[in-house]
């Protein structure tokens, strides 16, 4: 199985590029990474990932941001707004409230735009320029339209952001239309969407930047990286479990990778890869469900509803790659309740650290996964939050307390602090 932890690097095929091609992980067809557009095996429409030659080892990487980690990149550079780089936090109360060995959150609200997705943009717009393309589009919960707006406005390329309309935190739409996507809000859910940007992308009117497009998720590799190198400098050992919020499943797919390309150049022993592990809202859980039934594939959800809007995701497109992740890590997947997913809110800004609603699953996970001692009290743990708080202010208000209203005099303030 190509998509096994353990294992050499491949060797190139004949239609490699300095090392570099794309490979169906269903079939094994490879394809040159740059020639034609292509996110899908053209042999069985698999998922296709990019192979390296030569994977990276730790001692690869230098500078700054995602581009620090180009060796583990399909190109050099990017179109860049300073991504990456981002702090993994100490939260010592929820550390010994939740009750591990050591807690850290990587927060990825503070990329450029707000989320992750702009790891995955500087990469997958730079691949888009290389193809000479001259439209972009996604389907999105909001991130990844605030993403390839930014990202493609910087290129100086045109825009599409396909949007479930009513369903979309009020910050990312600000975001998308700013920056000059036009923005065209689907009577659908998100799935929906995608089904119509994968049409659009088939028909050659649009260049996909979903995470379909197997140049996304390279970027978003860096991630993994990040985390382990600054988890080693600060606690001096390897975490044991990364756990994440789940929609499509991107994220999940492009850690694994990071983790087993440093396998294959023994940066990192197997046994010391960190147990992968997902978190799902549950009105929009069907990683969850495949995984709670050992399920090669996953049943596509039509009816989905969670507050965690950037979740609210009923067919994970990338689980071909992330269900071997999660077992081959000897992770797990866990579904949430919204009020959980509010009360981690809370807790995350109680520490200062400012998150959306999705973000907050995974702490709400971990805490569910440490009740039910599926996850040890000895083990050393990384939360990724995906989205900064900004994102969605109505979910934020709401969880947080009311504004009181004062008097303008000074006696008047202080009568009403004292009651
Ligand atoms: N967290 C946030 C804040 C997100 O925006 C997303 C996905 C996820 C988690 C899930 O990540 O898909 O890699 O499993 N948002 C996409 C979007 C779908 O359109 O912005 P995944």
Request: proline letters at 6%.
């Amino acid at each position: 199985m190509s998509l096994a932890l353990s294992g050499a690097a491949p060797a190139p095929p004949a239609d490699a590029v300095d090392g570099v091609w794309l490979e169906c992980i269903a079939c094994e067809e490879t394809f040159a990474p740059f020639e034609d557009v292509r996110y899908t095996c053209d042999a069985c429409d698999g998922l296709l990932e990019v192979r390296y030659a030569d994977p990276p080892t730790f001692e690869d990487f230098s500078g700054r941001g995602v581009w620090r980690y180009a060796d583990a990149l399909p190109l050099e550079s990017g179109v860049s707004v300073r991504e990456g780089d981002t702090p993994l936090y100490e939260v010592p109360r929820l550390e010994a409230d939740v009750g591990v060995e050591a807690l850290r959150i990587k927060h990825e609200g503070m990329n450029p735009t707000g989320s992750f997705k702009d790891r995955g943009m500087t990469v997958g717009v730079a691949v888009a320029r290389e193809l000479g393309v001259d439209r972009l589009a996604c389907a999105s919960t909001g991130n990844t339209s605030a993403a390839l707006a930014a990202y493609g406005s910087r290129a100086g390329m045109e825009t599409l952001v396909l949007l479930p309309a009513g369903k979309v935190a009020a910050g990312k739409v600000a975001q998308a239309s700013l920056h000059g996507a036009r923005i065209l809000e689907v009577d659908g859910n998100f799935d929906a969407c995608l089904d119509v940007v994968q049409d659009l992308a088939a028909r050659g009117e649009a260049y996909l930047l979903n995470s379909l497009n197997p140049f996304r998720l390279e970027g978003q590799k860096t991630i993994g990286l990040e985390i382990l190198e600054a988890f080693r400098d600060d606690y001096g050992a390897w975490p044991d479990r990364i756990v994440l919020p789940v929609g499509n499943a991107g994220n999940t797919a492009a850690l694994y990778k990071a983790f087993r390309e440093l396998v294959q150049t023994g940066a990192l022993a197997p046994d010391d890869v960190p147990k992968l592990t997902g978190v799902q809202a549950e009105g929009a859980a069907p990683m969850v469900e495949a995984v709670e039934n050992g399920a090669d594939e996953v049943r596509r959800w039509d009816e989905v509803e969670t507050r965690a809007t950037a979740i609210r995701i009923g067919n994970p497109v990338n689980a071909p790659k992330a269900l071997p992740g999660i077992r081959e890590t000897g992770g797990t997947a866990v579904a949430v309740s919204d009020a959980e997913i509010t009360a981690a809110q809370r807790d995350l800004a109680g520490e200062g650290i400012g998150v959306e609603p999705a973000s907050a699953a995974s702490v709400a996970g971990l805490r569910t996964l440490r009740a039910e001692g599926a996850v040890g009290g000895d083990e050393r743990v990384v939360c990724l939050t995906t989205g900064h708080l900004l994102k969605d202010p109505d979910a934020a208000a709401a969880a947080g307390a009311d504004p009181e209203p004062v008097p303008a005099d000074t006696d008047g303030v202080l009568e009403h602090l004292r009651a």
